[in-house]
T-cell receptor, first 117, second 115 residues
Framework: DTGVSQDPRHKITKRGQNVTFRCDPI?????LYWYRQTLGQGPEFLTY????????KSRLLSDRFSAERPKGSFSTLEIQRTEQGDSAMYLC?????FGQGVTGELFFGEGSRLTVL | AQKVTQAQTEISVVEKEDVTLDCVYE???????LFWYKQPPSGELVFLIR??????QNEISGRYSWNFQKSTSSFNFTITASQVVDSAVYFC????????????FGQGTRLTINP
């Protein structure tokens, strides 16, 4: 078990460009989450998937953001027409609804840091 | 709405001192879950503990202990005999009846343990 991995770890882009982040969850986990963390703040929930179904999206997730988990394994988070306010750490986490149940812990990746110039 | 408040932005202590990190929460749910996570400089959030609203028993794990008091809506975290490796940002978090898919985090407390 290699844990949750995220790619890229760092991304610097110019305002208006599109960026995509990838998350590979722990293989047996059926739930996958995206959070955003800005400097000095706690993570904020963006969206989550159970298998390939996106079950909830936060109001923080504007129309420029789209997340997919096409085969119920890895997930991508795309930000279109990036703005400076999108600069943040994007965290992915996974969990299982089996065993520990839905109250089980989330396993987080190390995050993808986005800087929009 | 759910809310978690960690009033201590930064704490700095000398190694071997005991330190308590405060967490106060707000929720209207009767069933809820409280968490503590540690975020070292690498950025990865590390799970420390989960407690459900029906279990007010305090818990001790090595040098770590947690004090859950529903009467004051608090879930405080104490590190005994702190070590330099404990330096990190610590987050308290809350989830509602639907479980852990939507954690509400506090702003975090940056803990620095000086040698």
């Amino acid at each position: 078990d290699t844990g949750v991995s995220q790619d890229p770890r760092h991304k610097i882009t110019k305002r208006g460009q599109n960026v995509t982040f990838r998350c590979d969850p722990i293989s047996e986990h059926n739930r996958l989450y995206w959070y955003r963390q800005t400097l000095g703040q706690g993570p904020e929930f963006l969206t989550y998937f159970q298998n390939e179904a996106q079950l909830e999206k936060s109001r923080l997730l504007s129309d420029r953001f789209s997340a997919e988990r096409p085969k119920g394994s890895f997930s991508t988070l795309e930000i279109q027409r990036t703005e400076q306010g999108d600069s943040a750490m994007y965290l992915c986490a996974s969990s299982s609804t089996f065993g520990q149940g839905v109250t089980g812990e989330l396993f987080f990746g190390e995050g993808s840091r986005l800087t929009v110039l | 709405a759910q809310k978690v408040t960690q009033a201590q932005t930064e704490i700095s202590v000398v190694e071997k001192e005991d330190v308590t990190l405060d967490c106060v929460y707000e929720t209207r749910d009767t069933t809820y879950y409280l968490f503590w996570y540690k975020q070292p400089p690498s950025g990865e959030l590390v799970f420390l503990i989960r407690r459900n609203s029906f279990d007010e028993q305090n818990e001790i794990s090595g040098r770590y202990s947690w004090n859950f008091q529903k009467s004051t809506s608090s879930f405080n975290f104490t590190i005994t005999a702190s070590q330099v490796v404990d330096s990190a940002v610590y987050f308290c978090a809350l989830s509602g009846e639907q479980g852990a898919q939507k954690l509400v985090f506090g702003q975090g407390t940056r803990l620095t343990i000086n040698p």
